[in-house]
């Protein structure tokens, strides 16, 4: 190899640790745009989600302030399915996230869940009526108090603090290893458990749709397998839809039924996670490849 060769730069991936690639992160979104002109059809995000779709984004405009950010954007998943967006920095996929749970300014569209049309519910309402949690993560648990007072945190939709407790049983039923720790401040966790107690959290409530950002983020690699092989025991085993953000492409892809490629707020490439992970133009642009 000529000695100039090593003078490329080592720039990091989209999530994938640091590869060896010429590709700036402009030159990635502006070849995402290009691959953006032809968006997929309804029928081929209908098709993905098996033709009935449980969560459907219907020509969403949505955004901060006056800011639209997501243009026209729609989206299908089956229940029980899961799908997963990834895409440049800013794109607009935790602003897909906010809009279904009712953190963004909606400007045009609808979502809906099931038969309900939830696009102006409280993000309140969307949980305890509609059954859709948005998982926080990182800095969302409360490290001075314990485990399961942050566990019961989950239910405080509920009744009475007394269901929330009830509610809070049946997921430490679930999971031994977060029981064992009940009784621990939540600060002393491993990254790994606090991911597992912001994912139980939400599971409180008994959500039917989980909205999951990065759960891969922050994680060392064995937890980042356990917190997919968690997400797996929640779809395949208890029949959650999950609606997720990755940056980790081909964890994420590899994980889901269905993939998007998002770009400035619009869908470029929608398929089955496997037809993206073998798309060359996602491998290049998305996987370091
Ligand atoms: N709370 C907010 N108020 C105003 N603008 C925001 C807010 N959150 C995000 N934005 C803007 O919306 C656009 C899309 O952001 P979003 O967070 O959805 O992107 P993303 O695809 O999730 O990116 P990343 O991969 O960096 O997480 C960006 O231009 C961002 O600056
Ligand atoms: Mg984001």
Redesign the pocket.
């Known amino acids: 190899m000529p000695a100039d060769d090593n003078d490329n730069q080592r720039i990091s991936g989209y999530g994938f640790g640091t590869v060896d690639t010429v590709i700036s992160v402009d030159q990635v979104q502006r070849e995402a745009e290009k691959i953006a002109d032809e968006g997929p059809t309804l029928e081929r995000l209908d098709e993905l989600a098996g033709d009935e779709a449980f969560v459907s984004i219907n020509n969403l405009r949505a955004?901060?302030?006056k800011?639209e950010?997501l243009h026209e954007f729609s989206l299908r998943v089956g229940k029980g399915q899961s799908l997963c967006l990834i895409?440049?920095?800013?794109?607009?996929?935790?602003?897909?996230l906010?809009s279904v749970f009712g953190f963004t300014n909606i400007f045009g569209g609808s979502v809906n869940v099931g038969s309900l049309d939830v696009t102006n519910l409280t993000s309140s309402q969307k949980l305890r009526r509609a059954g859709i949690a948005y998982i926080l993560q990182d800095k969302s648990v409360f490290g001075g108090m314990t485990v399961e007072e942050n566990l019961w945190m989950g239910g405080y939709l509920m009744d009475t603090p007394a269901d929330a407790k009830v509610a809070a049983e049946k997921v430490f039923e679930k999971y031994p290893r977060l029981a064992a720790r009940r009784t621990k401040p939540a600060g002393v966790l491993s990254g790994g458990e606090r991911r597992l107690l912001e994912i139980s959290r939400a599971l409180v409530m008994e959500p039917d749709v989980l909205l999951v950002?990065?759960p891969s983020i922050g994680l060392e690699p064995r937890f980042i397998d356990m917190v997919f092989e968690i997400l797996d025991d929640l779809q395949h085993n208890e029949g959650k839809t999950i609606v997720m953000?990755e940056?980790n492409a081909k964890k994420g892809l590899e994980f889901a039924d269905i993939g998007y490629v998002?770009v400035s707020?619009q869908t470029a490439l929608a398929g089955t996670g496997e037809e993206l992970l073998a798309n060359p133009e996602v491998g290049r642009l998305f996987l370091g490849g």
């Open positions: 955004g901060y302030g800011m950010i895409g440049p920095n800013g794109a607009g996929k935790s602003t897909v906010h950002d990065e953000v940056q998002l707020g």
